[in-house]
């Protein structure tokens, strides 16, 4: 059983950077965030492969946001910088047990509980 534990999210401003983390042990392919506004759909953000730290990344993320893990200590990181109002949203770490398809919520196999970012403008 993979269990996802995130930290790290809070309130930051417009063009500010956050760091969130997520611990998740256990047999995995690679890990992931997505993210999920309030009356929106959950949106991928990031993945990474376990074997060779492939990244992917969603376009709305893509070139402000990094994606990296320390696998001897079981954590993958979300770098945000240059934090826009519309980054606000709960985080979810995503875990895949399976490869390909990050970006689809139906690939996921193991959610986290979520954490609050918040950019204020």
């Known amino acids: 059983q993979v269990h996802l534990v995130e930290s790290g999210g809070g309130l930051v401003q417009t063009g500010g950077s956050l760091r969130v983390s997520c611990t998740a042990s256990?047999?995995?392919?690679?890990k992931g965030w997505f993210r999920q506004a309030p009356g929106k759909e959950r949106e991928f953000v990031a993945a990474i492969t376990r074997s060779r730290a492939e990244t992917y990344y969603g376009d709305s993320v893509m070139g402000r946001f990094t994606i990296s893990e320390d696998n001897a200590k079981n954590l993958v990181y979300l770098q945000m910088n240059t934090l826009k109002p519309e980054d606000t949203a709960v985080y979810y770490c995503?875990?895949?047990?399976?490869?390909?398809?990050?970006?689809?919520?139906?690939?996921?196999?193991?959610w986290g509980q979520g954490t609050q970012v918040t950019v204020s403008s």
């Open positions: 256990g047999p995995l392919y690679a």
């Open positions: 995503a875990a895949y047990k399976r490869p390909l398809y990050y970006s689809s919520t139906e690939r996921v196999d193991y």
